[in-house]
């Protein structure tokens, strides 16, 4: 296992915390979305381009999250199962 301070460790545990939380009320904003449709909006279709816009974004975030954590030592969830030996580790 590698040795990644604690302090690097929870603050990247926040971090990924927040991005789900923020993918949650996305989804929520979504929903209220597809519930309010109204056709020929433009108000609405509008509504639409931001999530997919943000949904974008948060991706990017993701990713960068990702390798920011591989970048002090981390291994990511796809990095783990391509090695089988540690892939049991994790499973547990």
Do not use: C, Y
Not at 25 to 30: K, N, P
Not at 36 to 64: H, K
Request: aromatic residues 4%; negative net charge.
């Amino acid at each position: 296992m590698t040795n990644i301070p604690d302090h690097v460790r929870r603050n990247h545990e926040r971090t990924s915390e927040r991005l789900d939380e923020a993918r949650a009320m996305l989804r929520a904003v979504e929903q209220m979305a597809e519930a309010a449709r109204l056709p020929n909006s433009p108000e609405t279709e509008s509504m639409f381009v931001l999530i997919a816009a943000t949904q974008d974004r948060l991706f990017d975030v993701d990713q960068a999250h990702g390798i920011e954590w591989v970048g002090h030592g981390g291994k990511t969830a796809e990095m783990m199962l391509e090695e089988p030996g540690e892939a049991g580790d994790v499973q547990q």
